[in-house]
């Protein structure tokens, strides 16, 4: 279900631009690295780069043969329809995947220079470079301080100076310091949702990473606190990376730079946003994002 | 019948009948304790006594006891009469038809002494080292005045016994095990120092035994000259006088005074006469030391097993296995525990310990006998399943969001579990820690065989060096009750101890369980409310 934005946004008016002329159909995703990569990608230095990427769930195949790249300081979402492996591939950018059994991982996925799957890479040090921000707010039974802080203290930082410094820096990060920075000391719990959810991407900016993976950050929250965090994404865009992933496809526009949309654990396309909202060159993209399925 | 039906499926009949059920259940468990406090703290009350006239000669008691005609057998009534060591028992059956005209003399006496249950008759005659001083009412009003200052000499007294000479004997015991020591050596010197410092402290111990006999003299210097109901005269100390009661003189505020004076003399004493009269104080400390102990050892055993199963073993049959296990241990009789803490905590650990660092006393055993430690170390074990159970719970319903949360940030596995997981499962590890202590206060037959004995010498935690003592034996509720109850050889007498000491297990029970209750309201306060 969408949610309602209540500010007038272009975009529709883009959604009903006619089909292109190309008419793909998703009979040539045999090759689909070159015709469907976005060529502006090519030329921007690369952050985070997918390989070959095929995951199993036990027998089942959940991402087959993606191939994507994402450049520094852009903002990457994934559109696609439910079960179609948004998640699952945004799990694999910091191996959350890990932790689920009978997970199976093939190809690469390089962030920056490091091939996060190569044996020799220490998972622990991965997850300090890419912050995971989710769904469903979920911040510590802790204060507002020592949940902000965690990360620091989990890398064993416990000069107090400091620790006061990366939470302020974090808080005004996420657009929250006004807001809380009299009650730091009070439970994380008592905060609305929505600033539970800006509370969870001060907490992943405390531990500067390189790259920011949020999966519907703003399904559970109201208009206005969803307006709040895109314009975060905006801001943040300039120091970090970030991929995103959105049901919404006015919020993909409104927010990213690149789009890519999955279907069955394909990558069916992916381009610029404004291209690819306007003109698509696949057209079950074009179903997809005026609605016609999924 | 079609409004039957619509009731039915509506369900509120089963809402009334759960209802009923809970209140009936409710009631049983107000009951069981209402009976056993009305039984027990009904006991301290001075009652009146009774004077009748029987066939054989008049008898004064009170009264403790009716039973109704039955068939050939009349009515008959009970009647405590004390005196043990003229009459030869505290209680008498008499018809009942045969009491005429009973009586309630004022000058009638209930005194409670150190030996042979109470004295119920008359005080004639009081004097000092022989001489009379008093007599009739007259002695009766002395007595009453001196009592409060024999009373303090005797107390003067065992605290004395208690204290310095028991800490001058362990002194020297030391100082003996280390002559041993030295003369296998044959180290001159030191033997010497050791020769003088035994000498200090004979002469010390000399000294203290001197004051000793003088505070004993001075207790045995008043003496009372007593007759019971039927003439008999029987001479007291009035050293060994704990309470004299003139149970049908006294108003209600004096029977008040008494009532509280024997409710703290029962709560905060130590026992007297093979555990039938004066206090409890010790079997309620070891009881509450005990679960103490247990406390400390059974949570860490319990959560880091939980933590193993839950968190780090492969799922799988084995751990399926292990699972039932440690949940059948919780069916295991708990005498069963007990051998096992006998064989291997009391003769195998024990043992083992005392051979590696107290080989110098044996053969007097240390640790190789039961002990409070083996004793709490048995009931952890009995106990560690429920508090596995309830970790393993906890730490399931720990949101898997919370865990991501962490992980993703980059916290190892052990971070979040230290971090994240084991905060947010506290409450759930007391409540396993309350329903342990639930189960391991009330039991004793396994402590029967790891360490409780029927009295204590000394306290498990004093203030001689190392003040815990966990290697020392201690008294439990739960075993005094069967003690007293079953073991003593006056057990008609002992019968409201038994009520007495079962209320007070519960209120022991209780009281530990609203400590643990109340932390663990503060934590899930804290967890959920304004800070941590
Ligand atoms: N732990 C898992 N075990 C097995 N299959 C899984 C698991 N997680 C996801 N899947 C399957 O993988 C596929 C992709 O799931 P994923 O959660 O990535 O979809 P999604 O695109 O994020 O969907 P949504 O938009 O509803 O969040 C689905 O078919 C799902 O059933
Ligand atoms: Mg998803």
């Not at chain 2, 003592?469 to 109850?485: A, E």
């Amino acid at each position: 279900m969408e949610i309602e934005d209540p500010r007038p946004v272009p975009e529709p008016v883009l959604l009903q631009v006619p089909p292109p002329s190309t008419g793909l159909r998703p009979a040539s995703l045999q090759q689909p690295d070159l015709p469907l990569t976005d060529p502006s990608v090519l030329s921007a230095p690369i952050m985070l780069q997918v390989e070959r990427l095929n995951l199993f769930y036990g027998d089942k195949q959940a991402l087959s043969d993606i191939h994507l790249k994402v450049a520094r300081n852009s903002v990457m979402s994934f559109i696609g329809p439910s079960g179609c492996g948004k998640s699952t591939l945004l799990r694999c950018l910091n191996r959350m995947n890990d932790l689920i059994d009978d997970v199976r991982v093939q190809g690469r996925v390089l962030l920056g220079d490091t091939d996060i799957y190569a044996p020799e890479t220490d998972v622990i040090a991965l997850r300090k470079r890419a912050g995971m921000v989710f769904q469903k707010s979920n911040p510590f039974p802790k204060s507002i301080f020592e949940n902000v802080a965690y990360g620091l203290r989990i890398q064993g930082q416990s000069d107090r100076n400091l620790l006061e410094e990366a939470v302020e820096r974090s808080l005004k990060g996420a657009g929250l310091w006004d807001e809380v920075k009299d009650r730091l000391k009070d439970s994380a719990q008592g905060l609305s949702g929505g600033q539970q959810q800006r509370l969870c991407i001060a907490r992943a900016l405390a531990v500067r990473p390189e790259i920011i993976l949020m999966d519907e950050p703003c399904s559970a929250l109201d208009p206005i606190a969803t307006a709040r965090v895109e314009e975060l994404i905006l801001e943040l865009k300039r120091e970090f990376t970030i991929v995103i992933v959105t049901h919404n496809m006015q919020q993909a526009a409104r927010v990213s730079d690149h789009t890519a949309f999955f279907w069955m654990g394909k990558l069916i396309e992916t381009d610029l946003t404004e291209k690819m909202f306007t003109n698509p060159r696949q057209r079950m993209t074009e179903d997809y994002i005026t609605g016609r399925f999924g | 019948m079609r409004r039957m039906t619509e009731r039915l499926r509506q369900g509120g009949v089963f809402v009334w009948f759960s209802g009923t059920l809970l209140a009936f259940c409710l009631a049983m468990i107000l009951c069981l304790v209402g009976f056993i406090a009305a039984k027990g703290m009904g006991y301290f009350w001075p009652s009146p006594l009774v004077q009748v006239q029987t066939p054989e000669g008049p008898v004064l008691g009170e009264i403790t006891g009716q039973e109704p005609a039955r068939g050939e057998e009349t009515a008959k009534t009970q009647f405590r009469v004390g005196n043990r060591d003229i009459y030869g028992q505290d209680f008498r059956w008499l018809p009942t038809a045969s009491l005429a005209t009973p009586k309630c003399p004022k000058d009638a006496l209930l005194i409670e002494r150190l030996e042979y249950g109470p004295f119920i008759g008359r005080i004639v005659s009081l004097s000092h080292e022989g001489h009379l001083v008093a007599t009739g009412p007259a002695a009766m009003s002395g007595a009453l005045d001196r009592l409060p200052e024999t009373n303090r000499v005797r107390r003067h007294i065992q605290s004395i016994e208690k204290g310095q000479v028991g800490d001058l004997n362990r002194r020297i015991e030391r100082i003996r095990l280390a002559r041993r020591k030295l003369e296998t050596r044959g180290d001159i010197a030191a033997l010497q120092a050791l020769d003088t410092r035994t000498a200090q402290l004979q002469t010390t111990y000399d000294q203290v035994q001197t004051s000793l006999e003088q505070s004993r003299a001075e207790a045995k210097a008043w003496t009372l000259g007593l007759q019971t109901v039927d003439g008999q005269d029987k001479e007291l100390p009035l050293g060994s006088v704990v309470r004299i009661v003139p149970a049908n003189a006294m108003g209600l505020l004096d029977k008040l005074g008494v009532y509280l004076s024997r409710l703290w003399e029962f709560v905060a004493d130590d026992p007297r006469e093979s555990n039938t009269e004066g206090g409890i104080f010790p079997a309620i400390f070891g009881t509450v030391m005990m679960v103490l102990v247990m406390s400390v050892l059974v949570v860490p055993l319990g959560v880091i097993t939980a933590l193993y199963l839950r968190e780090y073993a492969r799922q799988g049959w084995l751990v399926r296995a292990v699972r039932v296990a440690v949940n059948n241990l919780a069916g295991v009789p708990s005498i069963v525990f007990g051998v096992f803490g006998l064989g291997f905590f009391v003769y195998g650990l024990g043992g083992s310990i005392d051979q590696l660092f107290f080989a110098d006393s044996l053969p007097t055993p240390t640790y190789g006998t039961g002990g409070i430690l083996w004793a709490s170390l048995t009931l952890a074990l009995l106990t560690v399943p429920v508090v596995v159970v309830a970790t393993e719970e906890a730490l399931g319903a720990v949101a898997r969001s919370q865990r991501e949360a962490s992980l993703a940030m980059g916290a190892t596995k052990w971070q979040t579990l230290w971090n994240v997981v084991i905060p947010s499962s506290t409450p759930g590890i007391l409540t396993g820690l309350i329903l342990a202590i639930a189960r391991g206060a009330g039991e004793v037959a396994p402590l029967m065989l790891t360490g409780v004995v029927k009295l204590a010498p000394s306290m498990p935690l004093d203030g001689t060096f190392p003040f815990l003592h966990l290697d020392r034996k201690f008294m439990h509720l739960g075993f005094h009750i069967y003690d007293v109850g079953f073991q003593s050889p006056n057990s008609e007498a002992a019968k409201p101890m038994v009520f007495m000491a079962s209320f007070l297990l519960l209120v022991v029970v209780v009281v530990l369980n609203l400590f643990a209750l109340n932390l663990r309201r503060k934590l899930r306060a804290r967890l959920g409310g304004s800070t941590f």
